[in-house]
């Protein structure tokens, strides 16, 4: 059974930083490549940023910068370091996996609010 646990979030002021989360477990986690996705308030589901089994990674515009994402394998978690944190960078933050190319996994998200 695939389980993806997020922690990290909360409330912080505009600038401020927050590191969320994320522990996988029922899969090999090193073989593959994890997603941090966001949905705001009346905004669509949006991928933040991805890290490859291999380490690549690719963010969204919005985030480029800012946000970094990171795995430890070791630990089977994987990390999304937020910096410069913006009002519009509040939503829920969602970790996601797909397995074989077809089968979407998904934690239960984090909520992260920026205002001051």
């Known amino acids: 059974q695939v389980q993806l646990v997020e922690s990290g979030g909360g409330l912080v002021q505009p600038g401020g930083s927050l590191r969320l989360s994320c522990a996988a477990s029922?899969?090999?986690?090193?073989?593959?490549?994890m997603n941090w996705y966001r949905r705001a308030p009346g905004k669509q589901r949006e991928l933040v940023a991805r890290?490859?089994?291999?380490?690549?990674?690719n963010y969204a515009d919005s985030v480029k910068g800012r946000f970094t994402i990171s795995r430890d394998n070791a630990k089977n978690t994987v990390y999304l370091q937020m910096n410069s944190l913006k009002p519009e960078d509040t939503a829920i933050y969602y970790c996601?996996?797909?397995?074989?190319?077809?089968?979407?996994?998904w934690g239960q998200g984090t909520q992260v609010t920026v205002s001051s």
């Open positions: 996601n996996v797909v397995v074989s190319g077809s089968q979407y996994y």
């Open positions: 029922g899969i090999i986690f090193s073989t593959n490549a």
């Open positions: 890290i490859t089994s291999g380490f690549s990674t």
